[in-house]
Structures are given as structure tokens and as C-alpha cells.
């Protein structure tokens, strides 16, 4: 194990302690109206997981699992956008825990995923985000993960999930990077109002 997985390991068993924690996210929108992202047309998607960490007391799913699911989500969410300059993701799956079967409720397990992202400007030759975007998905809150998915979920389904809610939260730090820095043509809000600040969630 590499000082990086070490590091990776531990970030995962914090994160996967603190019950509190639940996702500030909702991914069943896929029916309603995409938000706005001014000329974004999302053209490659390039999902990698060179350094995969399993976390503790997790289930286990291979890279390519990993790949094609989050692949698919953010098909599923961006592919909907019909802009007229086009952007590339570089998505790094970095670490995830699956809860699993087995474990006391008492410590009530979290399944999360954590991944880098990197936008391109595709004419511009150049990223926005000149420092990856490290996110950070826990499974939604629901009445099947309520005590832990390990208990209702397949490990399958867990990886769906939260690849549906990774692509959300992409989308969420999309349209908060429009608002800020004026990303896919917008006007950032600092520009054009004195004293905003944006929060998530």
C-alpha cells in the first residue's frame, strides 16, 4: 500500500464514521427540466480509477464497474444539454465504500464514492478548474438506507446510486462555477451583485 492509499484509507474510514452525514443531494430529477448551464454541451467523458481504494468493511466492485457506471450517469444527466460550445470531464475515481451485510447496526455503515474532476473548455484548449474538484457522494437518504444499504441494497444497486448522485453533484458544482466565475457564458454573481454568497445543498 502506497502513502496515497494509506491517506485514501483513512479519509474513508473518517467518512464512513460519521453517521450524521448524509447526502445533501437529489438525483430523481432526470424527468424535470435540465437547470440552466448556458452554452454547455458536454462532448467526451473520460472516467478513470488508476488508484482505486477499497474502504473499510466494504464490499467489492472492479474499476470497470466503476468506469460504466459513472459513465452512464453522466450520460444520463448531461447528455440532455444541448449548448453550443462544447466541455469535456475528466472524472478519477478515487476511493468508495459499499456497506456491506453483516455489520452491526449499531455502526450503521455508509456506502460514498470520492472522485476528482476536471472540466475542459474545449475551444479554449484549456481547463476551468486549474485544481481538480475533489467530491465526496454519500448514498441518498431514504427509508432502505435508513440503518445501511448493506441491509436492502445489492452491491450493484449501491454502485447505480451513487453514481446517479455523483453526476448530480457535478452538475451542482457546474452551476455553482457559472455563478461564481460566469463558467458556459454566464455573468459571475460577484460582477453584477456586491455581497452574495452562493451555498449548496
Known amino acids: 500500500m502506497t502513502l496515497g492509499d494509506d491517506r485514501m484509507m483513512k479519509a474513508l ?83 468508495y465504500v459499499l456497506a456491506q451485510p453483516g455489520i452491526p447496526i449499531v455502526a450503521n455503515p455508509k456506502s460514498i464514492v470520492i472522485f476528482n474532476l476536471t472540466v475542459w473548455d474545449d475551444a479554449a484548449g484549456k481547463k476551468l478548474n486549474e485544481k481538480v474538484e475533489q467530491i465526496t457522494v454519500f448514498e441518498s437518504l431514504s427509508g432502505e438506507t435508513l440503518l445501511s444499504s448493506g441491509l436492502t441494497q445489492t452491491r450493484e444497486q449501491q454502485i447505480e446510486i451513487l453514481s446517479r448522485n455523483a453526476a448530480k453533484m457535478i452538475q451542482n458544482y457546474l452551476v455553482r462555477m457559472q455563478r461564481e466565475k460566469g463558467w458556459f457564458g454566464g455573468t459571475p454573481v460577484a460582477d453584477s451583485a456586491p455581497e452574495v454568497t452562493a451555498t449548496e445543498g
Open 13 to 95: 474510514a473518517l467518512i464512513a464514521g460519521l453517521l450524521a452525514l448524509t447526502a445533501c443531494t437529489n438525483a430523481n430529477d432526470l424527468s424535470d427540466p435540465p437547470v440552466d448551464l448556458g452554452d454547455f454541451n458536454l462532448s467526451h467523458r473520460i472516467v478513470v480509477a488508476p488508484n482505486l481504494t477499497k474502504g473499510p468493511l466494504s464490499r467489492e466492485a472492479s474499476v470497470e464497474e466503476w468506469q460504466a457506471a459513472m459513465t452512464k450517469a453522466i450520460g444520463e444527466r448531461f447528455d440532455r444539454y444541448e449548448g453550443d460550445r462544447l466541455y469535456h470531464f475528466g472524472v478519477s475515481v478515487e476511493g
